[in-house]
């Protein structure tokens, strides 16, 4: 979701992405919420040097799995590079170690032990998710509830769905939900929709992202009209990752982004042509949505250009723009000599620059 964040490379040459508006040695804004700074300059680093897969001895299997999985949860930088990196090799050679981290550490609050748990969790993914399932109970702390689902989602193990989706009713488990719901999403079973949905109007900023990100996972087209609902929630961050998710729809959601904008109830109609945009955008070769589709879409865009609101306007030029050619960018052109809002010639510029004119 959008947020205050700037990307900054300065060191050496670098090559972007084709049709990414980032190059090498200047600056660009993306997506209207991220800066990206790459920088004129070279500068010189010592350079650490590459360490090669460990090669396991004896003495290593001998290690027991708590030895093991203390080194294996340390910082792999600096010294210490070698002897993690040996340690998680060596203790997903042990498949006893499952059992043990899970009874003995579920309910850690250290992100440096959830990696080697996760290895173990994907290296032995049908003695991991049954043990997992078992820890999602309300009787559990919100620690080893939360880990149990990162892990159950980084495994995508289906079969502990039914007992996420019974804790998302509980409220011994609030501080949890959060964790569920990603959990949910990264799994990607559709039956977690109608619980998903539940949180896509929670009072909470943080279960309705997490809900939106988990909606847009799971694809299911009965969410298109929550996430619609969110394009004029109260908080920004909201409100851009909706128009992330709804981009993932493709098709199914067009019609219904077209009457969010043309009822005239929508808070933010400019984030509505956003998403539609986005949509647009991403079938650039007509191959997915019905030609009637397209124009009715397309026009709605084009309505944008006489509104009175500048960020309304300003979003139709950037879209069109992307969208059109020719005739259409010649229209955009006359249509900026009468502009005088500084916002929508800003917009008009940037799209400008990222087309290469």
Known sequence: FGGVAIFIDEEGRDSYPRDEPGADSSLWIQEGWGIGIDMARDVVTEKEEPILDPVLTAEDSARSVEDLFKDASQWEVGSARASVKRARK????????????????????????????????????????????????????????????????????????????????????????????????????????????????????????????????????????????RLDDKQFTVRSAAIEALSRFGSQVCESLVRYLENGSAGYPELGLRALAKILTADKNDTVLDPATRRRAVKAIERALESDQPALRAEAVSSLYRLGKGKTRERIAAKMDLERDPVVLAAYARAMREAGE
């Not at 502990?160 to 964790?179: F, G, T």
């Open 90 to 229: 060596a203790i997903l050679t042990k498949p006893e170690a499952v059992r043990w981290v899970i009874d003995n550490k579920i309910s850690t609050q250290n992100s440096l032990e959830l990696r080697p748990m996760e290895d173990l969790a994907r290296a032995y993914p049908d003695s991991a998710g049954p043990l997992l399932t078992t820890c999602l109970t309300p009787k559990s702390d919100r620690w080893a509830v939360g880990n149990a689902a990162y892990l159950c989602g980084a495994i995508k193990w289906k079969p502990s769905v039914p007992a996420m989706m019974a804790l998302l009713d509980d409220k011994r488990v609030e501080k949890s939900h959060r964790a569920l719901l990603n959990a949910l999403g990264q799994i990607g079973e559709v039956a977690a929709s109608p619980s998903v949905a539940k949180f896509i109007v929670s009072e909470k900023e943080r279960n309705r992202l997490a809900s939106i990100g988990a909606a847009k996972a799971l694809g299911d087209s009965i969410l298109i009209d929550d996430l619609i609902a």
